[in-house]
């Protein structure tokens, strides 16, 4: 059984984080919560990705534990920006084309750290 590493590949996970990233830059919800220069976000992203799915661990190598929850809290995280967050990875891990299996791992993945990663709550 490969893994999804061994599906996506290096190529992969670049077109993927160039998607999400060129529908962030335009994101009048999600802009505003990255760096002027995306570039070196774009790198974490993609490194980490790698790792996770079953790739070198130039990311642990180079920025330690990933330790995305304490990473994340910085920033103002609710349900408006997570929504338009996971809109867009969900739209890049499309875009890839991938098996069903794969797609929807990455998928659930995805789901759940997003939803990990909310740090505010809006009361109605």
Do not use: C
């Not at 077109?15 to 529908?23: G, H, I, T």
């Not at 997570?82 to 791992?105: C, I, K, N, T, Y």
């Amino acid at each position: 059984m490969s893994s999804v590493y061994d599906e996506v590949g290096e190529e992969g996970f670049r077109r993927l984080v160039d998607a999400f990233y060129a529908a962030v830059a335009e994101d009048p919800v999600l802009r505003p919560l990255y760096p002027p220069d995306l570039e070196p976000s774009k790198e974490h992203l993609r490194l980490f990705l790698v790792q996770y799915w079953g790739g070198p661990t130039t990311y642990s190598d180079q920025r330690g534990h990933p330790r995305l929850r304490m990473r994340h809290m910085p920033f103002a995280i609710g349900r408006r920006e997570r929504d338009a967050w996971f809109e867009h990875m969900s739209a890049a891990v499309r875009g890839l084309q991938l098996r069903p299996e794969a797609e929807g791992a990455i998928l659930e993945y995805f789901e759940g750290a997003s939803l990990g990663l909310m740090n505010r709550v809006e009361l109605a």
